[in-house]
């Protein structure tokens, strides 16, 4: 009869840990399925994090916008996509002024978002809407000045001014003729400014110059230091829309117009703004509806952008992109919240300037989209204003989208050092250096 072994206890004990060690899988032993499963659990692990999903179509346009488009060699609508990417790596902001990047360092998200809305003066508790919302700026409409007096209005404006921690811009459209804001009235100026046409007709550019430079000082002595102006679109027909707007000529000369009203502003110190953004031309009012332009790109190429390039190379502070649908840059989206046309605007023409909506307020986004949405999709078109808008609800609406990733909070950064370098160039802001 042969002897039986028997184990030590404590080697019983080690014999049964490596079994169970085995069966575990942690040494390579585990069944197919569980090695399977394991594999596909690193996998996913693996995987960057998905970006929010872009707005389709179907989405954003009514089941009316569907429109014949004119055929174009450039851009396709795929540039859309491009263009968002470039946003998020523009490096015309990668070396800012050390005290603006310290500045925009110290806000909160919530200041940096204000930063970023410029909204309709309310009529009531306009100082403490700005210190609560630390709003950019405010836009004055004729409202504004039709029962006060040049004293009364720089009073309010101070009074928004001083309860801002950085100091708000305050626009207005005077661009002389059909739209004037202040010189309506009689207590501002004699008479109305004249259409940029007239001036011509009567003294040509000098005119116009010496126009601008009155108008300027008008403006500033109220205390806006932002005109909307100077209209940059190509328009030769009476009957578009804009042309009383416009200079009323073709491309060159509007461009020579231009030139020499951000030239006059610009020595002035007062802010210009080119519109409306990629041009206007013979499209119906966006102010009441949907606006859907089927020229080719190479109309814009060839005039429509000549007189913007003109006004970003004469040192134009900001750019407004208008609601028109341009079929041959971006079918699906208003210029206004489409990544594709400000991609040219910053890479085609060089523009590192403050970019701003037209008006969200406007029919011509609504149809396409809520109060909400328009902010959200607006800011990653690459706008770093949001003009004239519902800022009770659009500032949250923005200010969530970057707590969930939808923005990110370098995009909201790249916007308030285009806003705070420009309210730097207007003398708004004292660096460290000015107070020494």
Do not use: W
Not at 52 to 70: D, I, K, N, T
Not at 130 to 159: C, K, M, W
Not at 237 to 255: E, K, S
Not at 379 to 395: K, M, P, R, S
């Amino acid at each position: 009869m042969s002897e039986t072994v028997r184990l030590p206890k404590i080697t019983k004990a080690i014999c049964l840990l490596l079994c169970l060690l085995l069966s575990s899988g942690l040494y390579g032993c585990s069944p197919a399925s569980e090695s399977t499963d394991s594999a596909a659990s690193a996998e996913s692990l693996s995987e960057p994090e998905t970006t929010p999903p872009a707005v389709s179509s179907e989405q954003l346009s009514p089941s009316s916008s569907s429109q014949p488009s004119e055929s174009s060699s450039e851009p396709s609508n795929s540039t859309t996509n491009d263009a968002e990417s470039d946003l998020e790596t523009d490096t015309k902001s990668d070396n800012p002024d050390p005290f603006l990047q310290q500045l925009t360092d110290s806000m909160t998200l919530e200041e940096k978002v204000g930063q970023m809305f410029i909204v309709r003066c309310p009529e009531e508790n306009a100082a403490d809407t700005a210190a609560a919302y630390h709003l950019g700026g405010y836009i004055l409409f004729a409202r504004d000045f039709e029962s006060n007096d040049p004293q009364l209005v720089t009073d309010n404006i101070q009074s928004y001014q001083e309860v801002s921690d950085i100091p708000m811009l305050i626009g207005v459209d005077e661009e002389g003729g059909t739209v004037n804001r202040v010189s309506r009235y009689s207590a501002f100026r004699e008479t109305p400014f004249q259409s940029p046409q007239a001036l011509y007709e009567l003294g040509g550019l000098e005119l116009i110059e010496s126009d601008t430079v009155e108008k300027s000082d008008l403006l500033l002595r109220l205390g806006i230091n932002v005109n909307f102006a100077p209209v940059c679109d190509v328009s030769e027909d009476p009957n578009d829309f804009i042309y009383a707007r416009a200079f009323g000529a073709d491309a060159a000369q509007t461009a020579e117009y231009v030139k020499t009203v951000v030239s006059a502003m610009k020595q002035e110190g007062i802010g210009s703004v080119l519109k409306h953004f990629p041009g206007y031309g013979n499209n119906t009012d966006t102010h009441t509806g949907i606006a859907y332009d089927n020229r080719s790109f190479d109309t814009f190429v060839d005039s429509d952008f000549i007189p913007f390039q003109a006004g970003i190379d004469a040192g134009a502070d900001m750019v407004l992109v208008a609601h028109n649908i341009v079929n041959s840059i971006d079918s699906n989206r208003p210029a206004s919240i489409s990544p594709a046309v400000h991609e040219i605007l910053r890479n085609r023409l060089g523009f590192d300037g403050v970019i701003v909506t037209d008006d969200l307020s406007m029919d011509g986004i609504r149809d396409f989209t809520d109060d909400q949405q328009a902010a959200v999709l607006a800011v990653q078109a690459g706008n770093d204003l949001i003009c004239c808008t519902d800022y009770q609800t659009q500032i949250p609406a923005v200010i969530e989208a970057v707590n969930s990733g939808e923005i990110s909070e370098q995009q909201i950064d790249q916007a308030v050092l285009r806003i705070l370098k420009m309210k730097q160039s207007l003398g708004l802001l004292e660096t460290d250096s000015e107070d020494n």
